[in-house]
């Protein structure tokens, strides 16, 4: 069974930064594409970024050049380094992991930006 927990959501001002953290347990492997989403009220799940099967990174548009993923396989955590925030960062941010096929969810962490 694999587990998905986040950590690093809060309240921040509009230009400020936060780091999501994400530990998996579980028989977890490199090669598990694992990432994150995002939930904003009155909206649907969207993709934020992604680290890939083979290492590649991908990431919505509207986060390129001030998100961050980054995965460290050693611990099974993933990182989201959010700079610049906006208002319009505000949502739920779930952690994600598939594995064999499966997709995994963490419970998510709620990230609040004021303007």
């Known amino acids: 069974q694999v587990q998905l927990v986040e950590s690093g959501g809060g309240l921040v001002q509009a230009g400020g930064s936060l780091r999501l953290s994400c530990a998996a347990s579980?028989?977890?492997?490199?090669?598990?594409?694992m990432g994150w989403y995002r939930q904003a009220p009155g909206k649907q799940r969207e993709l934020v970024a992604l680290?890939?099967?083979?290492?590649?990174?991908n990431y919505a548009d509207s986060v390129k050049d001030r998100f961050t993923i980054s995965r460290d396989n050693a611990k099974n955590t993933v990182y989201l380094q959010m700079n610049t925030l906006e208002p319009e960062d505000t949502a739920i941010y779930y952690c994600?992991?598939?594995?064999?096929?499966?997709?995994?969810w963490g419970k998510g962490t709620l990230v609040t930006v004021s303007s």
């Open positions: 994600y992991l598939n594995r064999y096929g499966m997709d995994y």
């Open positions: 579980g028989r977890i492997f490199s090669g598990n594409p």
């Open positions: 680290v890939a099967s083979g290492g590649s990174t």
